[in-house]
């Protein structure tokens, strides 16, 4: 795993690049603290920061061919490396190292761009070529790792964590009251957004050309639901489950360092760690987090799990202080606004998994949105079918909703009908599944000053995608569950940023396309789908302990407001005083302050989750704000040990290089 | 129905006034969630002792405050004349 960053501009010489591309890598040297490199020429810089993960000896980047015609900075892993070499060696192509990175290079020149249909793993890479002089970036199509990019005039930068940028003076870091609008409302940034004017993501399953001054982006891997046959029965299906879900985590278990499990204490990061253990000829390891809070604590599960597959097991117990002390510096890592605090113990538990040795696990992510395991498909299902079904099935459909939420409970289910009935007819155009979760996110907006028309970027992305209209209601619920909340917290937030801030590489085995595509097949075939993950808990129950596969869905979660009512850190100041809140120019700050008081004053239990989730949001944007937009209390960039610095106009005589980058150097000089 | 008033208010952190009418829809404001509408639901039964049938719950009768106090003042008439 790495960090990639650099700069195309045809008016600067190499030299002038060096400095700024070594400074953007040492923004997000966490990344990849083994080595750092980089590539001049005028007009364009490449760099990147290494984890080194394969053939360590051999990996330093950027990467080139034998001419140096392409360079490539490349984050991330080709599980199916080995398989595209021996492809590639067949068509004539040799090859020096054993990492993946020389593949992708390769694939590249002999494929194009059509490479990236068969890249099987999570990924963003830049390539640049000297001859035609277009850059490439490309992002993997779930969405795993990052990019990030600001154009200004003739000058395009990118990088695989937004706090490169702040190398660069001239890019502001402005937060977007639109964009803000619609996170709050969505959970999430929507695949291109960032929360900052100037700054865009690169969706996933997109690559990027910049040529010639224009820049285009295509999509590579549609999200689609009908590529697969249905299986001939129910034991077919199981089969196949267990077939596509040994491989997936075989072929994630290609490294040369060890790899542990993140072990949640539910269903799917157990199935993870039990083939993860079939696989392994070491002891395999687990990381857990644990909370003092009962509410949100699984380590009785995670201890069984880590008991019976005889693992070594590391946990780390996370209390409202831990929440409190670390806070700042994981949003700092996230870059964009959180819903919740549950993100702060996974930067807590990356540490402590980096202090144990370990820097690559595999984790659970993406089962629930594959295999419908979040109660958002149940209730899809039930509003959908509302009017077909009798008041007494109403009911008890709505008392197995959501368990853990207490307004749930028998005694409000008169009161929970009526409210379901109102949201029985699709009110928002193709967006019913979320209908309940947008509509309580409007009330987050309501920290804007101008609430903007927070559902509009969301409508547009939908109403831009080719056959949506013709998926299923939990179709398009899961659809919606991999464009936001997938991608743009759990994957990210939650993800790769935390376990990246200290140099652990995260991969999921249920991101495997072929794990995908074979849950779109199998879904509501052989089941109503009122039991989540059904088919996924019966093709292993003969391998996991009965309390495991009968576990009902956990949702993780940690304490929220309440950590933060206990300890009132110092930098509450931050949304309670009214020369802090007035700093942020598109906030409400009357409801603001009136929010904040309310959160950390009252008893948790007359906090409802829209509150807590509205004071994270807020607690959120006002540390961004500190750190983004006014640049205080930043921590120091350190650049990792530089392993390859090539100044390609110093280094090689012009004759010599057949393919010599000259920007627009010669008609501005 | 000063009451009523006063508890929306303070549990969902709003003021009616001319740009936030007492006609608003709670929902569709994004005011009210299904945690505050049981937390509503709850505080008018107790504080009025009367208790609303599942049908008046899904009749989309509760979802702003003119609508709210209507249903109640109209169930306190009934139970009065009951």
Known sequence: ?669 | MQQIRDFIEDQFLIEFDESFPETSDLFKEGVMDSFGYIQLIRFLEKEFDIKFSEQEMTANVMVSLSLIEKTVSRKLSESITD
């Open chain 1, 1 to 669: 795993m790495c960090g990639i960053a650099g700069i195309i501009d045809p008016s600067r010489f190499a030299d002038t690049l060096v400095n700024d591309v070594q400074n953007m890598l040492a923004q997000i040297g966490h990344r990849g603290p083994d080595g750092a490199g980089c590539v001049v020429d005028n007009g364009f810089a490449l760099g990147s920061v290494r984890l080194a993960i394969l053939d360590p000896d051999a990996g330093q980047q950027p990467f080139s061919d034998p001419s140096n015609r392409y360079w490539l900075s490349y984050n991330g892993e080709i599980y199916n490396y080995l398989e595209l070499k021996s492809e590639l060696e067949a068509m004539g192509c040799r090859f020096q190292t054993n990492c993946d990175t020389e593949v992708v290079l390769n694939a590249w020149m002999i494929w194009g761009p059509d490479c990236l249909r068969r890249f099987n793993g999570c990924f963003s890479f830049a390539l640049y070529d000297c001859k035609t002089e277009s850059l490439y970036l490309a992002r993997d199509r779930f969405g795993k790792r990052p990019l990030f990019y600001v154009r200004q005039g003739n000058a395009f930068y990118f990088a695989s964590e937004m706090k490169a940028f702040l190398a660069i003076p001239s890019i502001s870091f402005e937060q977007d009251a639109g964009q803000l609008a619609s996170i709050l409302c969505v959970w999430t940034p929507l695949p291109d957004q960032t929360g900052f004017k100037e700054i865009k993501s690169l969706p996933m399953g997109q690559w990027l050309t910049l040529k010639n001054g224009e820049l285009t982006t295509e999509s590579y891997a549609e999200l689609r639901f009908d590529e697969e046959p249905q299986p001939d029965d129910e034991h077919a299906a199981q089969d196949l489950i267990r077939e596509r879900m040994n491989r997936s985590v075989e072929l994630r278990l290609r490294s040369d360092v060890e790899v542990g499990v993140y072990l949640s204490g539910g269903i799917d990061s157990s199935i993870v760690a039990l083939l993860a253990k079939d696989f392994s000829t070491k002891p395999l390891s687990t990381f857990s987090v644990e909370f003092d809070d009962a509410e949100f604590d699984e380590s009785s599960d995670q201890q069984l799990i880590s008991e019976y597959l005889g693992t070594r097991h590391c946990a780390e117990r996370i209390s409202y202080q831990d929440i409190c002390d670390q806070t700042p510096a994981a949003v700092y890592h996230a870059e964009v606004p959180a819903f919740r605090s549950a993100f702060v113990p996974m930067y807590i538990l990356s540490d402590r998994t980096r202090r144990e040795g370990v820097k690559v696990v595999l984790s659970g992510e993406g089962a629930d949105e594959a295999f419908l395991g979040y109660d958002l498909f149940k209730e899809t299902l039930l509003r959908t079918s509302w009017d077909q079904l009798s008041g007494e099935v109403r009911r008890s459909r709505i008392q197995e909703l959501y368990p853990h939420l207490a307004h749930y409970g028998p005694e409000d289910t008169a009161a929970m009908t009526g409210l379901y009935q109102q949201f029985s007819k699709e009110r928002m155009p193709g967006l019913f599944s979320h209908e309940l979760r947008f509509q309580n996110g409007q009330f987050s907006t309501r920290l804007l000053k101008d609430k903007n028309t927070p559902l509009a970027a969301i409508t547009d992305l939908i109403s831009s995608t080719p056959d949506y209209d013709a998926l299923s209601p939990v179709e398009k619920a899961q659809w919606l569950e991999y464009k936001t909340l997938l991608p743009g917290y759990l994957l990210s937030t939650q993800g790769e940023r935390m376990s990246l801030a200290h140099g652990v590489e995260n991969r999921c085995p249920f991101l495997d396309p072929d794990v995908f595509s074979l849950a779109t097949a199998i879904n509501l075939k052989f089941d109503d789908g009122l039991r989540e993950k059904r088919l996924l808990r019966e093709a292993f129950r003969n391998r996991l302990p009965d309390r495991i596969i009968e576990k009902r869905k956990f949702p993780y979660r940690a304490p929220d407001a309440a950590a933060f009512a206990k300890h009132r850190p110092d930098y509450l100041d931050l949304v309670l005083s009214d020369a802090e809140l007035a700093k942020l120019p598109f906030l409400n700050a009357a409801f603001a302050k009136r929010l904040a008081n309310k959160v950390l004053t009252k008893p948790a239990s007359d906090i409802s989750t829209k509150e807590n989730q509205t004071f994270l949001y807020l607690l959120s944007i006002s540390l961004l704000h500190r750190s983004f937009v006014r640049r205080e209390t930043l921590p120091l960039a350190t650049l990792p040990p530089l392993e390859k610095v090539i100044n390609l106009q110093r280094e090689t005589a012009a004759q010599e290089r057949p393919y010599l980058s000259h920007g627009n150097l010669s008609s501005l000089t």
